[in-house]
């Protein structure tokens, strides 16, 4: 990290969100081994290497801690899977770049109970929504033919990342993430326009 | 149920032995629902209709009847998916029937948590197991592809399953049985022998 120059030195108030920055990464990090259930104010004090009240003073409960926890696992699946794809252009590689980036990133916080579930639910939801409307775009532009059923792709699409998702937890095979995009264009290949000969 | 006629009438041991399955009958359907770890003789008196103490004469805790249920899970997984494709000829046909009984029977039971999730992971490795065993068969025989990957084949087609597990609990969307039996044969259709012309 970048030292800050003395003469504009971080206020108590920057300094605190720093602290409370790194202990919800280490909440986070915790909660991908352990669940969201799992974390508990002493829990994430022993990885933050901080004291218990230490950590109490920036979250006044157990609650407060995962609800920042599962803030925070949004936050990052849109920065990491969401608006990275919707910066590249309309059509196939927009498609591409929602699959690859929801694969390359999203495997560890599959199917954990409770809010982590939920929180995953909702960052599925959304990813579900985009690569349709992704998909409808590469329909409009040529890339997919106009016959192509979105819906149909999409359930296709999906079974791959939970297929991935299921070998990372129970099989723990390798090549599973190759398996996956060798199976996304598979899918594709069926519904890419070709040019008229 | 038919009546047994009274020169035949069952001997208590019978008798317990049909009380016992009903009872289990009653646990599994409730575990569908709540999960296996919410099972308790108390709950499953009440769904059964009977003194808690009398489910508790056939089951002399809360862990033996959910490990009853669980056998139980096994048993009717074996039975309903498992061995009926087993009689069905090697070859597509068999596969089709491993992807069409597992679709139409396992959907309620996906991804409780705990030893119910344990008692599908283990039918599902079965199931894996037999499916890969079916394509290599079929590549045999000559139905699939000498080149067909089985591997991948079984990644995407065990995607599909995942998916619909997916939107039965999630999306409950409709048509969403027809989407993985379309899934399975747009896969096998790229991997299918074709005459030679």
């Known amino acids: 990290m970048l030292a800050f120059p003395a003469v504009i030195s971080p206020t108590a108030s ?13 909440a986070l990090g915790l909660a991908t081994h352990i669940g969201i259930e799992g974390l508990s104010i002493g829990a994430v004090a022993d990885i933050a290497q901080m004291s218990k009240s230490g950590v109490f003073a920036h979250f006044g ?8 926890v599962v803030r925070e696992y949004h936050a990052r699946f849109e920065a990491e899977v969401f ?5 590249v252009p309309r059509g196939l590689p ?17 199917d954990r109970p409770g809010p982590v579930r939920d929180a995953l639910a909702s960052s599925v939801r959304t ?23 979105v819906t149909q792709l999409l359930f296709e699409i ?3 990342i939970l297929a991935l998702h299921y070998d990372a937890r129970f099989m723990k095979t390798a090549g599973s993430v190759q398996r996956a995009l060798t199976g996304f264009e598979h899918i594709l290949a069926a519904h890419i326009s070709r040019p008229a000969p």
Chains 1, 2 share one sequence.
């Not at 608006?83 to 910066?87: G, I, Q, R």
């Not at 990813?127 to 059923?149: H, I, N, Y």
């Open 14 to 26: 920057q300094k605190g969100q720093q602290t409370k920055a790194a202990i919800i990464d280490a």
């Open 61 to 68: 409960s157990r609650e407060e801690l995962q609800i920042s």
């Open 83 to 87: 608006f990275p794809a919707l910066s």
């Open 94 to 110: 927009r498609v591409r770049a929602l699959f690859n980036n929801y694969i390359s990133g999203a495997v560890e916080f599959d």
């Open 127 to 149: 990813w579900l929504s985009a690569m349709t409307r992704a998909m409808e775009q590469a329909k409009e532009c040529g890339d997919l033919c106009a016959d192509a059923d």
């Open 158 to 160: 999906h079974g791959l």
